[in-house]
């Protein structure tokens, strides 16, 4: 029903010659990720410490920054300082909640068990904050 593929692939080595360019292991490639992920989840960690400050949030950030370091084999995350004007909460809480879910799951693709318990947990975090009841305004 198919046919085999007749020609070599032009993605592999010629003659058995390396090429010019490094190849990263998938186990690489999703350190990469996953860096990248709780990178940006501690960015916006750091903002909400900005704007709310709490032990659970700076808790949580030196554990990200942790993270963070151990998988870019030991160099520091660039951390942010507090930005101007005041975004929503809630807005930081949902992309925090989506960051950690992506970090999850390229967490238990590769079977980190630290970094998904820590996602887990930040999502679990930033979902709570999420259903806490808001103000409610009067109707004048």
């Known amino acids: 029903m198919y046919e085999p593929i007749r020609t070599k692939s032009v993605h592999s080595t010629m003659a058995g010659t390396t090429s010019d360019f490094?190849?990263?292991?998938?186990?690489?490639?999703?350190?990469?990720?996953?860096?990248?992920?709780l990178a940006a989840l501690l960015a916006v960690t750091d903002e909400l410490r900005a704007l709310e400050p709490s032990t659970d949030l700076d808790a949580a950030a030196e554990r990200l920054a942790d993270q963070v370091a151990r998988l870019?084999?030991?160099?520091v995350p660039a951390r942010t300082a507090a930005s101007g004007g005041e975004p929503?909460?809630?807005?930081?809480?949902?992309?925090?909640?989506?960051?950690?879910?992506?970090a999850l799951v390229v967490a238990a693709s590769r079977a980190d068990t630290a970094a998904a318990i820590l996602a887990a947990e930040r999502?679990?975090?930033h979902a709570a904050a999420q259903a806490e009841p808001q103000e409610l305004t009067g109707v004048g």
Do not use: Y
């Open 22 to 37: 490094p190849h990263r292991s998938r186990e690489e490639e999703l350190d990469i990720q996953l860096a990248g992920h």
């Open 72 to 75: 870019r084999e030991g160099r």
């Open 88 to 102: 929503k909460l809630a807005a930081l809480h949902r992309r925090a909640h989506a960051l950690a879910g992506r």
């Open 123 to 125: 999502m679990d975090a």
